[in-house]
């Protein structure tokens, strides 16, 4: 569907209608925090609801008033509430809606963006610039709300071209996992800066969002993708080796590398789906690698619910009946408490296996005393060969069939994944 189709067939609610319609900018921005639940349906429904206000452009930037507060920068990140954080994702959405409102109605030109409206929507550009100047593309999830929303508004109101380009390539590096980047991109003037953001997000081991930037800008002959994905994995299983297979004990830190890795096999299994590279890369040794993974999260988290109903019972057999309680010394001599079982012989035939999962619980992981953890490392090894591994100074070596675009390579892979 085109951008001049979109919003033919959709009704926005009444309430949405009625606050453009009264240039009620924040009556408009409380009811769609109110009602966060349904922001896919208030998505969808706001470009049209915005045509009944007299002047959207100037309903929009009224509502981005209080997109910072005062002396905000001087507060640690964790103390953003999420009240704030939901107040910004609002505003983005709807800056985004008016960028599909200006394509729909008036696309290539600038009928409802006067040069006043243009002059104060780089006002507030300029007063948000310098609160983005720690960003990079190692961001926390704040500060990549804060860029989505800085390129949102350049490229909706159109004053990209007030700002220096390298600056915008930075906080784009800082949103690739943003489903709008491919259109900032578009939008802002930056397509022919893409092959460069690529390289970056390639050496700073992100390859799924470079994946998602190659197809979207169509250059898969210059940066193939498989190869991307592999190393990807491969990179990442080093990585988490290097930090659980010296210390057995380390529970901590390989549940940590466990979980990493079967987040990244879900989200290397989205982009061959998506992009259907089936073909070049089987799904089969991924998706039983995952199964692996969910089974290991599973046996532990059973071993941890048996640890803790095993200290539970040892602690109720060692406080007495639970019932009792006295009220005084008379109650506490006429009411006889059941007998505590001191003499612990009386479970002599309790099979051993029972004993032994209670006492060993937690060395299932020790290389020594289980044979399971080491199966898992052993098995990890079949599905990402070593042999197959690219070299860590890869990427400073540009392959031919990247096409000159230098420090971005990736030896491809002449062997299956498996």
Known sequence: MSENDKGVNVKPRPELTQFCKQMDAKGLLNFIIENRKNLYAIREELPVALESATEPARLVLDLLEGFYLPDETNQPLDERNAALQGMRKSCTMIIEAMAALLARIDPGADHLLNPETKQQAKAIADEWKPKLANAGIEAADANSLEALAFLQLLATFRIASEFDEEELCKLVLVVPHCRQAPELCHSLGLAHKVPGIIEILVNNAKQIDAVHLIHAFQLTENFPPVPLLKTYLKDLRRNSQGKGGNSGGATGAQNDANAQELAALKAVISCIERYKLEAEYPLDPLQK??????????????????????????HRANGGY???????????????????????????????????????????????????????????????????????????????????????????SHQPYM
């Open 289 to 314: 690698r995952v199964a692996q993974l969910e089974r290991s999260k599973s046996d532990k988290k059973r071993g941890r619910d048996f640890s803790k109903h095993q200290q539970s019972k040892k």
């Open 322 to 412: 639970r019932g009792f309680r006295a009220s005084g010394g008379n109650a506490a001599s006429s009411r006889q408490a059941p007998p505590v079982y001191a003499d612990r012989t009386v479970y002599g035939a309790m099979p051993a296996r029972y004993h032994q999962a209670a006492s060993n619980h937690y060395d299932y992981q020790v290389s020594g005393q289980s044979a399971y953890a080491q199966q898992i490392n052993d098995q990890r090894l079949y599905y990402y060969p070593q042999d197959d591994r690219v070299a860590p100074n890869s990427y400073n070596a540009a392959p031919a069939n990247y096409n000159g675009y230098a420090g971005s390579g990736l030896q491809p």
